[in-house]
């Protein structure tokens, strides 16, 4: 049984891995590791059952989406099984590993987009939002303002269906921007290089910057469009880069196309961009929270490499800590996100919701 879904069979390694033959997306090996294997796969257990419910909701009037939901707890359900008995029976087993097999299970049962109905929900309430976020970053000062940039974008990340506790907040009705950036963690973070990164920020501005957003909703239209948009403004090319492929609640590079085409309605900056080329969208090529640099799609390869990037933005927990936190590349990157999974924080040696800002300067 074959349970790794794959949107780009033509994968490519990322350009800009300073070691590409070394790269290994997701340190963490949980078949060597019991502990670490019995937590993540507990987790991965509880979350089933949130899938379920909320693919009951979205597909309520499907008259077999009850046969569909019994596949996908069977399915994955001995999946999971299969690995907690004998740990390398598909490979070696890691976090991607089991995401891939969770959207495996997913389109065998005929669910495309389990999460299709809350994100396009986030979608419009977050850009009812953004035109009054946007007039006060522009009304901050210049000493001021990236410290303003990145906590929205810690405050956007919050949104995500794939943590248990987040979860358990926006079904609550619990969760709200303004809410969560009025309560985020006081620096220092528990990774805090934004000094080093603001020092960078008022010299030259960088000449291209490829930016790996995460999860719809508040995230990308309030997180990272407005990051994206100040580097704009500051005469920075940006690519922005999206999943191919729907998983949980992550933004797909459909979903991102019309979301900037409506951010161009209302804002000259996003809509000039796109006009003359300086602003790009492409897929990444990937269908699953984290993201492995060993296999993306041509289309971001080429791009790149076309835009000579010289700065790498990886964000959420999932491509910015779960993979790639120790990667290394041949350019300035920013590693950001908010922790939401206690076990993530554990590895870290933080707590829940705290915060990482990682700057690695090109050597």
Same mark, same amino acid.
């Given at each position: 049984?074959?349970?790794?879904?794959?949107?780009?069979?033509?994968?490519?390694?990322?350009?800009?891995?300073?070691?590409?033959?070394?790269?290994?997306?997701?340190?963490?090996?949980?078949?060597?590791?019991?502990?670490?294997?019995?937590?993540?796969?507990?987790?991965?257990?509880?979350?089933?059952?949130?899938?379920?419910?909320?693919?009951?909701?979205?597909?309520?009037?499907?008259?077999?989406?009850?046969?569909?939901?019994?596949?996908?707890?069977?399915?994955?359900?001995?999946?999971?099984?299969?690995?907690?008995?004998?740990?390398?029976?598909?490979?070696?087993?890691?976090?991607?590993?089991?995401?891939?097999?969770?959207?495996?299970?997913?389109?065998?049962?005929?669910?495309?987009?389990?999460?299709?109905?809350?994100?396009?929900?986030?979608?419009?309430?977050?850009?009812?939002?953004?035109?009054?976020?946007?007039?006060?970053?522009?009304?901050?000062?210049?000493?001021?303002?990236?410290?303003?940039?990145?906590?929205?974008?810690?405050?956007?990340?919050?949104?995500?269906?794939?943590?248990?506790?987040?979860?358990?907040?926006?079904?609550?009705?619990?969760?709200?921007?303004?809410?969560?950036?009025?309560?985020?963690?006081?620096?220092?973070?528990?990774?805090?290089?934004?000094?080093?990164?603001?020092?960078?920020?008022?010299?030259?501005?960088?000449?291209?910057?490829?930016?790996?957003?995460?999860?719809?909703?508040?995230?990308?239209?309030?997180?990272?469009?407005?990051?994206?948009?100040?580097?704009?403004?500051?005469?920075?090319?940006?690519?922005?880069?999206?999943?191919?492929? &729907? $998983?949980? !609640?992550? %933004?797909?590079?459909?979903? /991102?196309?019309?979301?900037?085409? +409506?951010? *161009?309605?209302?804002?000259?900056?996003?809509?000039?961009?796109?006009?003359?080329?300086?602003?790009?969208?492409? &897929? $990444?090529? !990937?269908? %699953?929270?984290?993201?492995? /640099?060993?296999?993306?799609?041509? +289309?971001? *390869?080429?791009?790149?490499?076309?835009?000579?990037?010289?700065?790498?933005?990886?964000?959420?927990?999932?491509?910015?800590?779960?993979?790639?936190?120790?990667?290394?590349?041949?350019?300035?990157?920013?590693?950001?996100?908010?922790?939401?999974?206690?076990?993530?924080?554990?590895?870290?040696?933080?707590?829940?919701?705290?915060?990482?800002?990682?700057?690695?300067?090109?050597?």
């Amino acid at each position: 049984m074959n349970l790794e879904s794959n949107p780009d069979r033509c994968a490519v390694p990322f350009p800009l891995l300073a070691d590409p033959d070394n790269y290994v997306a997701c340190k963490l090996d949980l078949g060597g590791d019991h502990d670490s294997r019995a937590y993540w796969i507990g987790l991965f257990r509880r979350h089933l059952k949130l899938l379920i419910a909320e693919v009951s909701r979205q597909y309520r009037d499907d008259p077999k989406i009850d046969d569909r939901t019994v596949i996908i707890d069977r399915e994955f359900g001995a999946y999971l099984d299969a690995v907690t008995e004998t740990p390398d029976r598909f490979g070696r087993l890691d976090i991607i590993t089991i995401c891939r097999a969770r959207e495996a299970v997913l389109r065998k049962a005929g669910i495309d987009d389990a999460y299709h109905d809350v994100k396009e929900s986030e979608n419009e309430t977050a850009l009812r939002l953004l035109a009054n976020l946007l007039d006060d970053l522009d009304t901050a000062s210049e000493t001021e303002r990236p410290l303003r940039l990145i906590e929205g974008v810690f405050a956007g990340n919050i949104f995500d269906l794939g943590a248990t506790n987040t979860v358990e907040l926006f079904t609550d009705g619990a969760v709200d921007f303004h809410a969560t950036l009025a309560k985020l963690r006081p620096r220092p973070w528990l990774i805090d290089d934004l000094d080093s990164f603001i020092d960078r920020w008022q010299g030259p501005p960088y000449r291209s910057a490829v930016m790996f957003v995460d999860n719809a909703g508040c995230d990308v239209v309030l997180g990272m469009i407005p990051l994206a948009r100040q580097l704009l403004r500051r005469g920075t090319q940006v690519l922005l880069t999206a999943n191919t492929s &729907p $998983s949980l !609640n992550d %933004v797909t590079h459909d979903e /991102l196309t019309v979301l900037i085409d +409506r951010v *161009a309605r209302q804002d000259a900056t996003i809509r000039d961009a796109l006009a003359d080329g300086r602003l790009e969208l492409a &897929p $990444s090529g !990937n269908g %699953v929270p984290l993201i492995d /640099l060993a296999k993306v799609s041509p +289309r971001l *390869a080429e791009a790149v490499v076309r835009r000579r990037i010289d700065l790498i933005i990886l964000e959420g927990m999932g491509r910015a800590i779960e993979s790639n936190l120790d990667a290394t590349f041949n350019c300035d990157t920013v590693k950001l996100a908010m922790i939401k999974d206690p076990g993530v924080a554990g590895m870290l040696g933080g707590e829940l919701y705290d915060l990482v800002f990682r700057f690695d300067k090109c050597r």
